[in-house]
């Protein structure tokens, strides 16, 4: 499977070399060190791109950059609202602050963000990015530096899902000017607190920093019966980066980077959400039944990355990682509610709470039958590891300039899956244990994946004219292990061994063209993401996307609208907890056929000023999506399809807008976001009630004042009108998003 790539691969590495034995100083190689310089001042104000930077304006490519000045603005601590501001985001809030996102990009499904590459520092961060892609660890947004928001065809170098594109978390860096420190803190509503704090510095040979981030509250939602009782969350995240160097002024710069980082989580969250009625009369409740739920989380990591910068701005970057996860997430699964010894799905009371008032009083703490409480204690550990090396050189020939990178990497990664189930009876609203299974009799199964993966791009530029062609490849081996029940320790060995071979070319081509400030632009790319281990009859997902669109910049404002095009030969459906499948076994796949996405991005931004000390500064990102089903079928994950039917959870219209004020040492942001009614199953014209999430608008509100050039206070309200709206009907009734929530902190630097 690998042999044709490796080929491809060394074709590509000697390339460069054989290209710049042609070339000799011009302007060409002027512009370059010109670019570098401004690579070197400007770190955070460009996209990672292999192993080097580029403006995000220049990409042949839909590229957003959220920078730290974007992000401390509002200083959020959830990811679903930093992401809003870009445009072609889709996101599903949950529980209210962002623990587990659920985000897509241009119309592919949202659940658990698994359809999209998630990556911190350029690597691959989600649990088993292949095996398991499902994001129950997500890095903390509040100790970013910047976001990465990569889509269409400048997307395919990153993989292994290609489709919707790719998100980049940068974490702080290691500053480079001396000792310095940063320390934020905020505090407010229901206990909120979000805190960060590092110390770092550089000498002409090593650097090193140190950093933590802590974030919590009691929450927002009170348990029928335990009024008293935490509904919210703690988050502890320790890391630290240790560099050694060349000095500065050596003719190559050669860097050696350790990192480890380790975060906890502990979270008393639920699946469980409400009737409408009960919703519509208090919307922060939560039943009884539910009073048990509750996810721990802990999450390593390690990486070490080494680079070589040469005087011609020739790069080398290998990255060696590795990431450890294990998570117990202990929830609701499923009640007898007839106390016959059969139980009975959850969300089948949903579908009618007036033909189930028995079952839904037992969820709201009614008596149940003894042991009639099922609680599956969702039991689950992860690994990824692999080593990935880049190289980018820039040349001329031929009359052009060229800009080469190639990337290439070996990844594996597993999910092991050992759970059992305990049994309640609910008591005078208190569930009461009564027995449990021995461990691994619920769920006793490994999922494991091998892929390399390579990917090279030649950046052409022509004068006016960039051409940017580029192929991915991927070759994935997948194994699902299932072992009997009854062996926990598996000295049996497997009951079934199933195995997946997977090799995909991916083909990209982008183009921009620039006109004065403006720049047209153009891409067409093959879309790829893989199936799960154990679905020998799920085929992959596979599209071809289109996009085009005009970018422009000046001194005043800047402005950009992109239209794409996603053709699916299928999708995937997923059978997740958290979409409330009740068919087959949780990680089954289930083709859906034929999709057919279309839309448009649209952003902008300007700073009017009455003077040097006060501007305006505004922004607006827009987005609209149309995602249908191109056939008709009947199936047991999608339900009853017909042509033309929209996909669920995905918004029609999304708005996001910010307006400011700058006044010195004064400054106040209003951010308005609108979200169009979603659907909870595919469908066509009104949405029935019951299955719809209606629209909503909310605004957030942030200020700042800088006592000093170092010390600084600010204060936020979120949901400043105190609206009340659900965000999901997935997997058992609605769910509220957050209510009104004030604090107020400080910011010290040095």
């Given at each position: 499977?690998?042999?044709?790539?490796?080929?491809?691969?060394?074709?590509?590495?000697?390339?460069?070399?054989?290209?710049?034995?042609?070339?000799?100083?011009?302007?060409?190689?002027?512009?370059?060190?010109?670019?570098?310089?401004?690579?070197?001042?400007?770190?955070?104000?460009?996209?990672?791109?292999?192993?080097?930077?580029?403006?995000?304006?220049?990409?042949?490519?839909?590229?957003?950059?959220?920078?730290?000045?974007?992000?401390?603005?509002?200083?959020?601590?959830?990811?679903?609202?930093?992401?809003?501001?870009?445009?072609?985001?889709?996101?599903?809030?949950?529980?209210?602050?962002?623990?587990?996102?659920?985000?897509?990009?241009?119309?592919?499904?949202?659940?658990?963000?698994?359809?999209?590459?998630?990556?911190?520092?350029?690597?691959?961060?989600?649990?088993?990015?292949?095996?398991?892609?499902?994001?129950?660890?997500?890095?903390?947004?509040?100790?970013?530096?910047?976001?990465?928001?990569?889509?269409?065809?400048?997307?395919?170098?990153?993989?292994?899902?290609?489709?919707?594109?790719?998100?980049?978390?940068?974490?702080?860096?290691?500053?480079?000017?001396?000792?310095?420190?940063?320390?934020s803190g905020q505090y407010g509503s229901r206990d909120y607190y979000q805190g960060q704090a590092w110390v770092g510095?550089?000498?002409?040979?090593?650097?090193?920093?140190?950093?933590?981030?802590?974030?919590?509250?009691?929450?927002?939602?009170?348990?029928?019966?335990?009024?008293?009782?935490?509904?919210?969350?703690?988050?502890?995240?320790?890391?630290?980066?240790?560099?050694?160097?060349?000095?500065?002024?050596?003719?190559?710069?050669?860097?050696?980077?350790?990192?480890?980082?380790?975060?906890?989580?502990?979270?008393?969250?639920?699946?469980?959400?409400?009737?409408?009625?009960?919703?519509?009369?208090?919307?922060?409740?939560?039943?009884?039944?539910?009073?048990?739920?509750?996810?721990?989380?802990?999450?390593?990591?390690?990486?070490?990355?080494?680079?070589?910068?040469?005087?011609?701005?020739?790069?080398?970057?290998?990255?060696?990682?590795?990431?450890?996860?294990?998570?117990?997430?202990?929830?609701?699964?499923?009640?007898?509610?007839?106390?016959?010894?059969?139980?009975?799905?959850?969300?089948?009371?949903?579908?009618?709470?007036?033909?189930?008032?028995?079952?839904?009083?037992?969820?709201?703490?009614?008596?149940?039958?003894?042991?009639?409480?099922?609680?599956?204690?969702?039991?689950?550990?992860?690994?990824?590891?692999?080593?990935?090396?880049?190289?980018?050189?820039?040349?001329?020939?031929?009359?052009?300039?060229?800009?080469?990178?190639?990337?290439?990497?070996?990844?594996?990664?597993?999910?092991?899956?050992?759970?059992?189930?305990?049994?309640?009876?609910?008591?005078?609203?208190?569930?009461?244990?009564?027995?449990?299974?021995?461990?691994?009799?619920?769920?006793?199964?490994?999922?494991?994946?091998?892929?390399?993966?390579?990917?090279?791009?030649?950046?052409?530029?022509?004068?006016?004219?960039?051409?940017?062609?580029?192929?991915?490849?991927?070759?994935?081996?997948?194994?699902?292990?299932?072992?009997?029940?009854?062996?926990?320790?598996?000295?049996?060995?497997?009951?079934?061994?199933?195995?997946?071979?997977?090799?995909?070319?991916?083909?990209?081509?982008?183009?921009?063209?620039?006109?004065?400030?403006?720049?047209?632009?153009?891409?067409?790319?093959?879309?790829?993401?893989?199936?799960?281990?154990?679905?020998?009859?799920?085929?992959?997902?596979?599209?071809?996307?289109?996009?085009?669109?005009?970018?422009?910049?000046?001194?005043?404002?800047?402005?950009?609208?992109?239209?794409?095009?996603?053709?699916?030969?299928?999708?995937?459906?997923?059978?997740?907890?958290?979409?409330?499948?009740?068919?087959?076994?949780?990680?089954?796949?289930?083709?859906?056929?034929?999709?057919?996405?279309?839309?448009?991005?649209?952003?902008?931004?300007?700073?009017?000023?009455?003077?040097?000390?006060?501007?305006?500064?505004?922004?607006?990102?827009?987005?609209?999506?149309?995602?249908?089903?191109?056939?008709?079928?009947?199936?047991?994950?999608?339900?009853?399809?017909?042509?033309?039917?929209?996909?669920?959870?995905?918004?029609?219209?999304?708005?996001?807008?910010?307006?400011?004020?700058?006044?010195?040492?004064?400054?106040a942001t209003v951010g308005a976001n609108y979200i169009s009614e979603l659907r909870d199953d595919p469908g066509s014209?009104?949405?029935?009630?019951?299955?719809?999430?209606?629209?909503?608008?909310?605004?957030?509100?942030?200020?700042?004042?800088?006592?000093?050039?170092?010390?600084?206070?600010?204060?936020?309200?979120?949901?400043?009108?105190?609206?009340?709206?659900?965000?999901?009907?997935?997997?058992?009734?609605?769910?509220?998003?957050?209510?009104?929530?004030?604090?107020?902190?400080?910011?010290?630097?040095?």
């Amino acid at each position: 499977m690998y042999r044709t790539a490796v080929s491809s691969l060394a074709i590509a590495l000697s390339a460069p070399a054989v290209a710049q034995e042609t070339t000799g100083p011009d302007d060409g190689e002027v512009r370059d060190e010109q670019i570098a310089d401004e690579r070197r001042e400007n770190p955070v104000d460009s996209i990672i791109v292999v192993g080097g930077r580029i403006d995000p304006y220049r990409i042949a490519g839909s590229a957003d950059l959220i920078d730290s000045e974007d992000l401390r603005r509002f200083d959020h601590g959830d990811v679903n609202r930093v992401l809003r501001q870009v445009p072609g985001v889709n996101t599903q809030e949950e529980d209210g602050f962002g623990l587990f996102p659920n985000i897509g990009l241009r119309g592919s499904p949202v659940e658990r963000s698994s359809n999209i590459t998630l990556m911190e520092d350029g690597v691959l961060i989600a649990p088993a990015p292949y095996a398991a892609p499902a994001a129950y660890y997500f890095p903390a947004i509040g100790r970013m530096q910047a976001v990465e928001v990569t889509k269409g065809a400048a997307a395919i170098r990153y993989g292994p899902r290609t489709i919707g594109g790719a998100v980049n978390l940068r974490s702080t860096d290691i500053p480079t000017d001396g000792l310095a420190g940063y320390a934020s803190g905020q505090y407010g509503s229901r206990d909120y607190y979000q805190g960060q704090a590092w110390v770092g510095g550089d000498t002409d040979y090593v650097g090193a920093l140190l950093e933590t981030y802590q974030q919590g509250s009691d929450g927002f939602k009170t348990i029928d019966g335990l009024p008293d009782a935490d509904t919210g969350f703690e988050r502890q995240d320790y890391r630290g980066r240790l560099a050694v160097h060349t000095a500065p002024d050596a003719p190559v710069e050669a860097r050696l980077e350790f990192v480890y980082g380790r975060s906890d989580l502990e979270a008393n969250e639920t699946y469980l959400g409400l009737a409408d009625t009960d919703f519509a009369a208090e919307p922060y409740r939560r039943y009884a039944a539910s009073q048990r739920d509750a996810f721990s989380g802990e999450h390593d990591q390690y990486r070490v990355t080494g680079s070589l910068a040469f005087s011609d701005e020739t790069r080398i970057t290998a990255t060696l990682y590795r990431n450890d996860f294990a998570r117990s997430w202990s929830k609701l699964q499923d009640i007898d509610f007839d106390g016959d010894g059969s139980f009975d799905s959850i969300s089948s009371v949903f579908v009618n709470p007036d033909d189930n008032a028995g079952a839904l009083s037992i969820l709201r703490g009614a008596d149940s039958f003894e042991g009639a409480v099922r609680i599956r204690n969702n039991n689950r550990v992860y690994r990824s590891e692999g080593a990935q090396i880049s190289l980018e050189r820039p040349f001329q020939m031929g009359g052009a300039r060229h800009n080469l990178a190639v990337s290439v990497r070996y990844h594996e990664d597993e999910e092991d899956r050992l759970q059992n189930e305990e049994f309640y009876s609910q008591i005078g609203g208190d569930l009461v244990f009564e027995r449990q299974t021995d461990l691994g009799q619920q769920a006793n199964r490994e999922a494991k994946a091998k892929a390399i993966a390579f990917y090279i791009e030649d950046r052409i530029e022509f004068g006016a004219l960039t051409l940017t062609p580029g192929l991915r490849y991927e070759g994935v081996d997948l194994t699902r292990l299932d072992y009997a029940g009854s062996d926990p320790d598996r000295s049996n060995g497997p009951t079934r061994v199933r195995q997946t071979n997977i090799d995909q070319w991916l083909p990209g081509l982008g183009a921009t063209y620039e006109l004065g400030d403006a720049i047209l632009l153009a891409g067409v790319s093959r879309g790829f993401s893989p199936p799960g281990p154990g679905n020998p009859d799920a085929r992959a997902e596979e599209s071809w996307n289109y996009e085009a669109g005009v970018r422009y910049r000046s001194d005043k404002v800047q402005v950009s609208a992109i239209g794409f095009y996603n053709d699916y030969s299928n999708l995937l459906g997923n059978c997740t907890q958290s979409v409330g499948c009740s068919v087959g076994d949780i990680g089954d796949q289930f083709n859906g056929g034929a999709v057919t996405v279309k839309g448009l991005e649209l952003s902008a931004a300007a700073e009017p000023r009455l003077s040097n000390s006060i501007s305006f500064p505004l922004s607006l990102a827009y987005t609209f999506t149309d995602a249908e089903f191109d056939s008709s079928f009947d199936s047991e994950f999608f339900g009853d399809v017909n042509e033309g039917d929209d996909l669920p959870y995905i918004a029609r219209h999304q708005l996001y807008a910010e307006a400011g004020v700058n006044m010195g040492r004064a400054a106040a942001t209003v951010g308005a976001n609108y979200i169009s009614e979603l659907r909870d199953d595919p469908g066509s014209g009104a949405v029935a009630e019951n299955e719809r999430i209606d629209d909503r608008i909310v605004f957030d509100i942030a200020g700042s004042y800088a006592l000093t050039d170092k010390f600084s206070l600010f204060a936020r309200v979120d949901n400043v009108l105190d609206n009340q709206y659900a965000v999901s009907r997935r997997p058992f009734g609605l769910r509220p998003g957050v209510p009104r929530r004030i604090v107020g902190g400080a910011r010290v630097s040095f």
